[in-house]
């Protein structure tokens, strides 16, 4: 599945909720940054059981961008304890993070999201893309004569996994609930409202999706 949204900064956010706070795992780790030249990835631990994922060109985040994340900035004259991370992957490099029962993980530049199960085990949830025949994961077009620039994530999915949510789309435009597959635009029209959540069959798991300036 492709998002595409027209932004400066990304913010994803995956949510599971399995367990109740007494059996809940803090953070071991405030955070991984992974820069790979001109690109800039954190994934911080945000509430339980939940990461974000922001990843921007040429410049740190500032916390100023739009989000879908209701939170005040966390950068700026504050002392940037937004940007706050004690593991620095390099290029190509790898990195683990845990909150609560959810893993993140950067293996060869590559993002992934796993399940702590109750034994111990851990499950795949999803996967950045990678195939020698397409376009890098996180994919980026920037114009230029402007600081914007249009981001791509790709992330691979179970075949029997269904998604749900994206917005309101006209009945005449689009017959499916069923998401899975599609290219959401990420921008609103008179028929066309886009809601930047959705929910997996898979398991209890959200995701918050980049909002479009």
């Known amino acids: 599945m492709i998002w ?37 990835v954190y994934i911080q631990p945000f509430g339980n059981h939940a990461f974000r994922v922001r990843a921007s060109i040429m410049r740190e985040p500032t916390g100023h961008e739009w989000s879908v994340l209701l939170d005040p900035p966390l950068e700026g004259p504050g002392g940037g304890q937004g940007l706050n991370h004690d593991l620095n992957v390099p290029y190509k490099g790898s990195g683990t993070v845990r909150n609560g029962d959810l893993i993140a993980q950067v293996t060869g530049g590559a993002i992934s999201f796993l399940r702590v199960e109750n034994n111990g085990s851990t499950t795949l949830l999803t996967s950045e893309y990678r195939d020698i025949k397409s376009l890098p994961a996180r994919y980026y077009t ?43 635009d990420l921008i609103n029209y008179n028929s066309h409202v886009t809601l930047p959540v959705y929910m997996s069959n898979k398991v209890d798991i959200t995701a918050m999706l980049p909002k479009c300036l």
């Not at 913010?11 to 030249?37: C, H, M, W």
């Not at 609930?177 to 959401?184: A, D, E, T």
Request: proline fraction near 2%; aromatic fraction near 12%; charge should be negative.
């Open 142 to 184: 920037q114009q230029f004569l402007s600081n914007s620039f249009a981001a791509e994530f790709s992330f691979s999915s179970d075949p029997d996994e269904q998604f749900y949510g994206a917005g309101q789309q006209a009945c005449c435009e689009d017959n499916s609930v069923n998401k899975k597959g599609q290219v959401i």
């Open 4 to 40: 595409k949204s027209s932004i400066l900064v990304a913010a994803v956010t995956a949510i599971l909720t399995l367990r109740t706070n007494a059996d809940y795992f803090e953070p071991n780790s405030t955070g991984i940054k992974y820069q790979n030249g001109f690109e800039r």
